[in-house]
């Protein structure tokens, strides 16, 4: 079964600063890999997509992920972080010839220092 | 313009009871899933319904019983409540598997 692992609990990053949270998946087959966040008592919003073509995706409010297949990563960056960007962020995957099931990481929280 | 609502957005009640929560989309999708985030924030697929028919059902105390009476709509009732039920269930909802799902907002269920 596919699964996902976000190795920090939490990210203090320094505004202005570059911003990094890690994901790490495992797939039998070819991953699809998505990244959302969540802003505190609301409901989870999706900011990028990796399903095929260029390793780079670029998504929303300034945020792109890299697609690694041989270290199986795909971490969430942005060059200059923001206050706003304080959130809790999900990595998830889905096996493109499995099951129809997206696993979500458990979340990592980022804080953003003014 | 709300594209994937729940009602209600609270709801506290006594150990023992039933209680439904309610979701809607209005962005044309073929599925809809319920997920649960426990207090530390893990989230985890309770089932998923496509075009009406269940696709996804994991393993759920079958006091938790989906209905999708169309497309648009996806309801979980949940019977005999039990403490451990208290978390935060988010419907969502997407075009087909391979996109990007779409959240409603949540509810918080308190079980006293």
């Known amino acids: 079964a596919q699964s996902v692992a976000q190795p920090e609990d939490q990210v203090n990053v320094a505004e202005g600063n570059p911003l990094t949270v890690k994901c790490t998946y495992s797939v039998s087959g070819n991953p699809y890999l998505f990244w959302y966040v969540q802003y505190p008592n609301r409901g989870l919003q999706f900011l990028l997509k990796y399903i095929t073509g260029d390793n780079l995706v670029k998504g929303s409010y300034g945020f792109e992920a890299e697609f690694n297949k041989s270290q199986t990563s795909f971490h969430l960056k942005k060059p200059s972080a923001l206050v706003s960007d304080s959130a809790l962020y999900f990595c998830?995957?889905?096996?493109?010839?499995?099951?129809?099931?997206?696993?979500f990481g458990k979340g990592n929280q980022v804080v953003v220092i003014p | 313009d709300t594209a994937v609502s729940q009602t209600p957005k609270y709801l506290v009640t006594q150990m023992g009871n039933d209680k439904s929560i309610k979701c809607e989309q209005n962005l044309g999708h073929d599925t809809m899933y319920w997920y649960k985030q426990d207090s530390k924030k893990f989230l985890k697929i309770m089932f998923s319904y496509n075009n009406k028919e269940l696709i996804i059902n994991e393993t759920v105390p079958n006091r938790f019983s989906p209905k999708s009476p169309d497309k648009a709509h996806l309801n979980l009732h949940i019977n005999s409540l039990e403490l451990g039920d208290s978390a935060v269930y988010f419907c969502?909802?997407?075009?087909?598997?391979?996109?990007?799902?779409?959240f409603g907002p949540g509810t918080r269920l308190t079980v006293l």
């Open positions: 969502a909802s997407s075009p087909s598997y391979d996109n990007e799902q779409f």
């Open positions: 998830a995957v889905r096996d493109y010839y499995g099951n129809n099931r997206l696993a």
